[in-house]
């Protein structure tokens, strides 16, 4: 792979293009794997027909692991085009936007998310705020506190929380403190590093995270590092 990646020749390459546009098989999903790695976007309009379709399986995941590789500049443009289509290419947008998403992509996103919501795609939604949580010069987003206080889900409300740490001022005095006592150890940790230690309670629920030995390690360390170094 590493050699197929750095130093093909022009023969070689031409053999990859052509088994990563082709009927679907296990070649071709290596092939595919190829191409991304050489940030090379010769089969984008295969694989954009692979979401049209709402294909699924190990095409849909090769084809989507392909534009995850791609440079933003190839795959933005198209991320801008697809966010609001009916097919899976919704979702595979969401998720370039939470990669490469830019301040002129806010409308785009925030629209994209109020569909989401309406329709309850949570997979969907997790990209999205992954995406606002990009741009803190446009928050806060109250998409971000729908999110972080009305799901019950735990994977999108840790990314609302780590999205709110870096859009929303507030979070540190409104909202930190409840992530502390999370079940998603992630969300433990945006909590530890955002809370103000001058409240009793919070001080005392991190130093508890802080001697947790059976409690998440990154935790744990993070806790025991704001309570020797608060700032």
Do not use: K
Request: hydrophobic share 40%; with cysteine; proline share 5%.
């Amino acid at each position: 792979v590493h050699r197929t990646t750095n130093t093909a020749t022009g023969a070689e390459v031409d053999l990859i293009r052509h088994a990563a546009v082709g009927p679907w098989s296990p070649t071709r999903g290596l092939a595919l794997r190829l191409l991304g790695q050489r940030r090379d976007p010769f089969a984008i309009e295969v694989a954009a027909q692979t979401f049209s379709t709402d294909t699924i399986g190990r095409e849909r995941a090769a084809s989507y692991r392909y534009l995850r590789d791609l440079e933003a500049a190839v795959t933005l443009p198209l991320a801008r085009e697809w966010i609001l289509a009916d097919d899976d290419r919704s979702g595979v947008a969401a998720t370039l936007m939470a990669m490469h998403s830019e301040s002129e992509d806010v409308p785009s996103i925030r629209a994209a998310f109020n569909r989401a919501w309406e329709r309850d795609w949570m997979y969907e939604i997790c990209s999205l705020v992954e995406a606002l949580g990009r741009h803190p010069d446009h928050g806060p987003f109250p998409e971000l506190r729908m999110v972080f206080t009305d799901v019950a889900y735990s994977y999108p409300r840790r990314r609302a929380a780590r999205s709110m740490a870096a859009v929303d001022p507030d979070f540190s005095t409104a909202f930190a403190v409840e992530c502390l006592w999370d079940c998603e150890a992630e969300t433990r940790l945006v909590g530890v590093d955002a809370s103000h230690l001058d409240d009793r309670i919070t001080r005392a629920r991190i130093e508890v995270l802080a001697a947790d030995q059976a409690g998440d390690q990154a935790v744990r360390s993070a806790a025991a590092t704001r309570l020797t170094d608060p700032s």
